[in-house]
């Protein structure tokens, strides 16, 4: 390539590499009742995205007299509107990937996290780290994903701040630097005190604001509220900046160190903060891994993975949206995109953006935005998008289910419909289907039972197949592999019965509880048995 082309090419670029560092992408990680909705509220109103709090519940409720199915995705906390939300802040255009509040989900939950390039962590201050966020946190810690806490409830009875922190640092591993650190507790809690600056933003008149902090001496501070202990306060302090570590970016970005803020997201307090503090440190979209090649974010080349697929938005409608998070470059509406596992081309003439309340078509998107896709079974779940480049993005995980059942089909003679139908649903993410090599009836492996519920109730709907689950002699599956062929193949002659094939035609051996895994496992020397595979 000629100079001149050269720098024809890099100014063409640099539009695009704007966009690109202009753009978060994240997502919220929380236990139940933390105040995940809540924030979720908040953060939108920051971005001018909804006009009124209390949009993203409404929305929830008002699907409510949709049919059953619909009831039980407005339980599991998932609607059109709520999977992905894009708003503006500071000239920062953030992506807010939602996950299902309830844990039978959390396999949706894993595949959303591998779309976002960091995460908020919110942490109720009376509860601390709970359950469902350490889980959570141990996925976002595979993938070295930076968590800015968001210590939230400050209005209410709340445990010590140096006790919260230092639960984070000793369950999580993790390091803590506040960022803003609380005035008063409970009842009492003023408002909050910004570490870097040393002013006070207080909860009564300003706490939505974002900007400077207003400079307030502590010691005026007890003249607004008789209850705080001034000179307990400035010992406080006195401590923080004595004992807590100072912000590191590089310690951040690389996952082992988290920004904390203190704030209430009931009260809009501590948000601006929190996302001043995302746009500030939280990463522009980070370099994906393709089983070839690391593809970064600037190239001019589109590329992008489909992590999550949402059917039947509208019930008038029957469509399916595939939620492809772009990797590299630019989407164009209308342009054509190969998908990489048929090799065929598709035309992306309708990709979505999504709003609070809304859905848009999108004309333009870069690599850091999630665009729905709507199509017909197309796409599923894991798939790789690209300009024509053969490369397959790794990392949309599958997990070993937790509970097995075998379908069992009132109707005989629709075996082939239920067939189709099941693999439908296995390609989009409901549930995990497996297909003993024996012949026998296909087994469907999922992490919570309400995903059976589901695939009930849509089999029902979508198919007119009633079909029930049966309690299998099997509980367990897990893929399996070999160094060699041979050793591969007489494992699998060994096991016939034992053996089912799941949607991408890779084998698991399926075991009757954890002590047959154990025996089998002991027995097979040169087999490696694996609860998690990447979706090819
Ligand atoms: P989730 O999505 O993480 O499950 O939590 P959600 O936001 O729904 O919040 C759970 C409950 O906690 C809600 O109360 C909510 O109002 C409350 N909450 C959230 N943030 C704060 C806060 O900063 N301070 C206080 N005091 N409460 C907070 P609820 O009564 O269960 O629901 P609702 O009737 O208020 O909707």
Redesign the pocket.
Known sequence: MSDTALAAESASQSPLAHEVKRRRTFAII????????????KLLLFGGAINLAGQV?AKGERRSTRSDWMKIERDR?ISVVTSVMTFEFNDLVFNLLDTP?HEDFSEDTYRTLTAVDSAVM?I?AAKGIEDRTRKLFEVCRLRDIPIVTFI?????ESRDPFDLMDEIEKTLALDTTPMTWPVGRGRDFLGTYDIATGGVRLLEGGGAKTGEAEQIAIADLASRNPNLDAAAVSEELELVSEACKPFDLESFREGHLTPVFF?????N?GVGDLLEGLGRYAPAPRAQDSAARKVEAAEPKMSAFVFKIQANMDPNHRDRIAFARLCSGKLTRGMKAKLVRTGKNMTLSAPQFFFAQDRAIADEAFAGDVVGIPNHGTLRIGDTLTEGEDIQFVGVPSFAPEILRRVRLGDAMKAKKLKEALQQMSEEGVVQVFRPRDGSPAMVGVVGQLQLDVLKARLEAEYALPVDFEISEFQLARWFSADDRKTFDTFVNANGSGIAEDVDGDLVYLAKNEFYLGYTRERSPGITFTNVKDVK
């Not at 929380?30 to 509220?41: F, I, M, R, V, Y």
């Not at 704030?263 to 009260?267: E, F, V």
């Open positions: 929380s236990h139940p009742d933390a105040g995940k909705t809540t924030l979720t509220e519940k906390g509040g919110v109720d939230n409830k400050m209005d209410r704030g209430s997201a009931l009260r307090f």
